[in-house]
Structure formats: structure tokens, C-alpha cells
């Protein structure tokens, strides 16, 4: 896949900064944006350790590996790995607006 990485996907240096205090001298793992749908919030995008697939897109940045499926790259595009007060934060043309939360059905107040 053809894409420059300063175009699709950044990583911030607060985010670097909070990866290397985190792992301090481990080996550094590949490290994959996905979509999670298991926030109360609803849909968003998450960071965990993955290896990269065939079908991935892959970015050096900064010394670290990140992978993200190609079909979710070409719709979120650009993304933005931050990290704030609350954790990492991925930022992204996504719009989870409308999408609602996951309560799992235990928000209903009636018995």
C-alpha cells in the first residue's frame, strides 16, 4: 500500500512519550488501531498490541509500529494517536455522533 505516513496516520509526541514510559526497555510490539464497540460511550477507535496481517497498512513512527486494517484506514483517515489526562485518545474523520452507546441492555430503569 502505497501511503505516506505523515498523511494518514500520526502519532503524537505525547502519546510517544506516554508508549515509552509505559513499556520503558521492553521490546516495543506492534501496536494496532481498531475499532472497538465495547465502550459505554458507543463506537471508537482503540490502540492495543497486534501483529500486522497481509492486509494491514503498516507505519514507523517515531520507533514504534503501527498497524491498522487497510479498508478502516481508507475510511478514518487521517488518525491521530494522542494522549491526554484520560489515556490514549484516537482521533479521526469517523463520526461516532450518531451512533449511541453500549449498555448492554441493563439501561432500561423499568424491572
Not at 3 to 30: F, I, K, S
Not at 32 to 59: K, M, Q, Y
Amino acid at each position: 500500500m502505497d501511503m505516506h505516513a505523515e498523511n494518514c496516520v500520526r502519532l503524537t509526541d505525547a502519546a510517544r512519550l506516554a508508549l515509552d514510559n509505559l513499556l520503558g526497555a521492553q521490546p516495543r510490539p506492534e501496536l494496532r488501531v481498531f475499532l472497538s464497540f465495547l465502550h459505554t460511550s458507543g463506537p471508537r477507535l482503540d490502540i492495543a498490541p497486534d501483529a500486522a496481517s497481509a492486509e494491514d497498512a503498516v507505519f514507523d513512527l517515531g520507533g514504534w509500529r503501527l498497524v491498522i486494517s487497510a479498508l478502516l484506514l481508507s475510511q478514518a483517515a487521517p488518525i491521530t494517536v494522542d494522549c491526554g489526562p484520560d489515556g490514549f485518545v484516537i482521533h479521526s474523520s469517523l463520526d461516532f455522533s450518531e451512533a449511541g452507546g453500549n449498555c448492554g441492555g441493563a439501561c432500561n430503569g423499568h424491572h
